[in-house]
C-alpha cells in the first residue's frame, strides 16, 4: 500500500511559480515510474508530467513543457513539479501518481498506467 500526500498548492497571479511536493509513506516509491496529472473543473484529468525511477527520463504534456519540470529525490520518497510562468488555464486540481508493477516504458502518460493516486492539491491562477 502506497499512500501519496500533495502539497504547495496555493493561489498566485499568472506568471507566478509554484512547486507542488507529493510525499510517499507506506512503501517506498523509489523504483518506480512516477507522473503528476490535472483535472480543471468540468473536465477530465489530464497528464502534466511524468518520471521514470531514477529521475533521469522526463516526459511533458506540450502545453506544460519548457515552464513545468518534474523531478524527484528518492531518498525522500517525494516527487516535485516546479511550475514556472503560471497562467489562469493552468487552474486545476493536481494529483500525483506511482506505477507499481512493471512495464516496458520508463514513463508514462495515461491514467491506466497508474495504480496509486494522491488526493490532489489546488492550483489556482488569477489573470
Known amino acids: 500500500q502506497v499512500i501519496l500526500v500533495e502539497s504547495g498548492g496555493g493561489l498566485v497571479q499568472a506568471g507566478d511559480s509554484l512547486r507542488l511536493s507529493c510525499a510517499a509513506s507506506?512503501?517506498?516509491?523509489?523504483?518506480?515510474?512516477m507522473g503528476w496529472f490535472r483535472q480543471a473543473p468540468g473536465q477530465e484529468r489530464e497528464f502534466v508530467a511524468s518520471i521514470n525511477w531514477s529521475g533521469v527520463r522526463t516526459e511533458y504534456a506540450d502545453s506544460v513543457k519548457g515552464r513545468f519540470t518534474i523531478s524527484r529525490d528518492n531518498a525522500k520518497d517525494t516527487l516535485y513539479l516546479q511550475m514556472r510562468t503560471l497562467r489562469p488555464e493552468d487552474t486545476a486540481q493536481y494529483y500525483c501518481?506511482?506505477?507499481?508493477?512493471?512495464?516496458?516504458?520508463?514513463?508514462?502518460?495515461?491514467?491506466?498506467?497508474?495504480?496509486?493516486w494522491g488526493q490532489g492539491t489546488q492550483v489556482t491562477v488569477s489573470s
Open positions: 507506506g512503501r517506498t516509491v523509489r523504483g518506480y515510474p
Open positions: 501518481a506511482v506505477r507499481t508493477y512493471s512495464g516496458t516504458r520508463s514513463t508514462y502518460t495515461r491514467e491506466m498506467d497508474y495504480d496509486y
